[in-house]
């Protein structure tokens, strides 16, 4: 029986036996809606985003002199977008046939400062926004149109040093909150789930950082630092599971992107459709940027998350609209993944719910391709990403391989415009990753 024909039911069964089975899916997420009716029932706005971005220009000066990699953009973190037209070749050739039609783009935060990798966004954020309101309150700065260097002052300094900061992380939010917080002066604790990579517990430790270890997921990392923070009334616990915050601070990527359209003369509107391709853990990342692009830039603007098959958690709870009260182990699947940042078995408790009215669909991709997208990469445009990050390259090949997206572009009616189409690979992370780790990655086949 062709699929076209089956009722939605039973698609649904076929697609919850795929995810069960770890098969790579494509799923069009149909509770999608209009930008003027999903903002209305949203709860964030982009009042909050501009405030969250107001925030980032208030703390650049600081920001600035704390890490002079960021001198060049004037203490603002963030990253290039570029064309890959050699990956784009490199994808249509016979060997992997995409037919990607339009222009192929990278969004490279893998090269964002200070963290080297997506999580120097929402995961700085929180940690200044938090700061901010210690030193108000703590007389550190007298307000907001104070001069934030003082932060670094020995009198910040002294400050800080007796407030604590802790998370939960697979290795990158981790490294973000760890590196900020300890610049700042913070007693800074990282619970490591055991999908961390060894290089990013040393990276911290250099820093002085305290990491714990956990022998188990992500999902238990972030219980214990939950615990263990709220024990203590000088600690502050970024939950990466509940946090606006860090939503928000991914969100004003969107309003910066919004102005490289600009600068690099790329139209989005209907006869110019954009397509974005971003790898998902727990969902805040993706979440926010896809939060703020549908605001920014408009109905025209189709996003698609990517996770791996064996820890595909926002799609389980999506399809099944239990969100966080299920886990991908609940469905007999390991959890367990080579992209590391994306090893998370249980979503986020409200990025789920949030996000569906302004997302266009997930999509998941097995391991083995993810190494193979990496070296392509490598060998197409000279560009070095972590597994995790390779995950979005499987949107624009997944874009031209499947019945769902293929139909999505139809219902959608884009067809007549894909010649005019944009797809962006949000590159999520790799910057940091040391030049040992990188030739064994680049030459890890499974
Ligand atoms: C954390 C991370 C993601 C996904 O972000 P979530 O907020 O967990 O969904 C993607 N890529 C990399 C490299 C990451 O570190």
């Known amino acids: 029986m062709e699929i076209d024909s089956l009722s939605s039911l039973e698609k649904r069964e076929i697609l919850f036996k795929d995810i069960k089975n770890a098969i790579e899916v494509e799923w069009i ?58 990956l784009k070749k490199a994808l249509n050739s016979s060997k992997l046939d995409a037919n990607i039609r339009g222009k192929l783009y990278m969004k490279l935060d893998n090269e964002l400062p200070v963290a080297g990798s997506v999580k120097a966004r929402g995961g700085i954020y929180e940690v200044l926004k938090h700061t901010e309101e210690l030193a108000v309150k703590g007389g550190v700065i007298d307000s907001y149109e104070d001069d934030y260097c003082k932060l670094a002052s020995p009198a910040g300094k002294a400050f800080f040093a007796t407030k604590k900061l802790q998370v939960g ?31 990013k517990k040393e990276l911290l430790r250099s820093k002085g950082v305290r990491v714990v270890e956990y022998g188990g997921d992500y999902t238990e990392a972030v219980a214990n630092g939950r615990a263990d923070s709220a024990n203590d009334p000088d600690s502050y616990f970024i939950d990466d599971e509940k946090s606006l915050d860090l939503f928000l601070g991914y969100a004003v990527a969107a309003k910066r992107l919004q102005k490289q359209l600009r600068q690099q003369h790329i139209t989005v509107d209907k006869e110019h459709p954009l397509f974005v391709y971003i790898p ?30 064996q820890a595909p958690c926002m799609l389980l709870g999506m399809v099944t609209g239990l969100y966080n009260n299920i886990s991908v182990q609940d469905i007999g699947l390991s959890g367990k993944t080579c992209a590391d940042g994306l090893a998370v078995g249980r979503p986020s408790a409200f990025v789920g719910d949030f996000i569906k009215p302004f997302l266009s669909g997930i999509i998941t991709v097995k391991d083995k391709r993810l ?12 560009i070095f990403i972590e597994p995790s990050s390779c995950a979005a390259i499987h949107g624009p090949y997944a874009m031209t391989h499947s019945n769902e997206m293929a139909d999505y572009c139809y219902d959608n009616k884009l067809n007549r415009n894909m010649d005019n189409a944009t797809h962006i690979i949000w590159a999520t992370g790799g910057s940091l990753v040391p030049e040992d780790i990188r030739q064994e990655l680049l030459a890890k086949r499974v």
């Open 29 to 86: 997420n149909t509770f999608k809606l209009p930008n003027d009716e999903a903002i209305i029932r949203s709860t964030l706005t982009m009042s909050d985003v501009d405030s969250a971005e107001a925030r980032l220009r208030r703390f650049a000066p600081f920001i600035r002199m704390a890490f002079p990699e960021t001198i060049e953009d004037k203490g603002i973190i963030e990253s290039p977008l570029v064309e890959v037209p050699d």
């Open 169 to 199: 992380s697979t290795g990158n939010l981790g490294l973000s909150i760890g590196i900020s917080g300890a610049a700042i002066g913070y007693e800074t604790i990282v619970h490591m789930s055991s999908d961390a990579a060894e290089w």
């Open 280 to 309: 998902c853990g727990v969902g805040g990342a993706p979440g926010g940027i896809t939060f703020g692009l549908r605001q920014f830039l408009g109905n025209h603007v189709h996003c698609f998350f990517v996770e791996p098959t």
């Open 371 to 382: 190494f193979e997208y990496m070296r392509l990469l490598w060998n197409s445009e000279r």
